[in-house]
């Protein structure tokens, strides 16, 4: 038995050499016999997905370059007299009052408009200051002194005495569409050229109560306490307005600002250096918006304006309005509301003759009026 399974196992050990061996043989004379394992093929990319371009970089920094060396940071000082509350023992006889003086700072910004080192900011930065310190982007400071104010549209022109200064590129504000995108540059809160973006909400918005003449771009964009006299660039870096106010922050209200168009800066920028002010026409009525609802309520025809008040002596008073009087129309135009009014009397020069057609008990008259110069408010 077991002579048997010796002689089987010595067969199989001979069967396993002899294949190896004729199987060597036939590798070393037919190579080409041997053929790669094939892999399974790959999934097919999707033809729209190797068409998909690569995410594009949206950037305004640019822009930001462009205008932001121009842009300035204001910090103002003003000595504040206080009188001193009384002592428990000088409430009850007689003494003498006490003061104490501090200083108090205020920051803002500010624009340069040309390289005399002219710069624009708002009259309420600057008001009331007794310094002001001027600082660029490039870390050089400077005193500033005041060439002129307008508070009618709180803006105000400054000087610094520096060479080699960054200008702004202006823009037209009159060409602003909502949802054009909008960067405001500024100094919130002491943060130094901060940049924050958004869009026009709205153009021409008046009568909000921030200035005597309004003309309003309204923005999303973040306006903080340090912005105001600020850059409002256009997404090509060039100046569109200037920063002036925010609106019901105590009441949580968030993304509503309003800038001073750079239109109107232009004219006063102009004047200011001129003349040291701006000079306006002015005839001393006080107009007031008549709604239509209300129209209905005096029988009027149409809403309007309506002169509420004149002023004694003025020459809309010397041309025959009383007050009561439906303003129509001012030149041939009629005016949108009480201020387009105004605004429309003030582009009038002093000196120069207006026509004014007015209602009066049913009856429409025509009056020329000599436009004088508006008294400086503020």
Known sequence: MLKRAGSALVFVAGSVIGGLALAFLVVALRPDLIRATPRPPEPATPAAERALPAPQRVTYAA????????????NTARLVTERLAPSLGELFGEYMPRYRQRIERSLGSGVIVDESGHIVTNH????????????LEDGREAD?????????????VLKIDLTQLPVASFGRSDQLLVGDVVLAIGNPIGLRHT????????????QLGIAPLEDFI?????????????????SSGALVGINTAIVAKNLGVEGIGFAIPVNMVRGVLSEIIAHGRVIRGWIGIVPQDVPEEQARQFGLPQPGVLIEQLYLGSPALQAGLRPGDLLLAIDGTTPANAQDALVRIARCKPGSNIVLRGLRGGRVFEVRAQVGERPRSG
């Open 144 to 156: 500033a002194r005041i060439v002129g104010r307008d508070p009618d549209t709180d803006l105000a």
């Open 63 to 74: 822009a930001v370059q462009r205008a932001a060396p121009a842009v300035v940071n204001i």
């Open 124 to 135: 309420h930065v600057i008001a009331n200051a007794d310094s002001i310190r001027v600082q």
């Open 218 to 234: 309204q923005t999303d964009a973040p306006i903080n306490f340090g912005n105001s006299g600020g850059a409002l660039i256009d």
């Open 195 to 206: 940049v924050t973006h958004g869009i026009v909400s709205a153009t021409s918005r008046q």
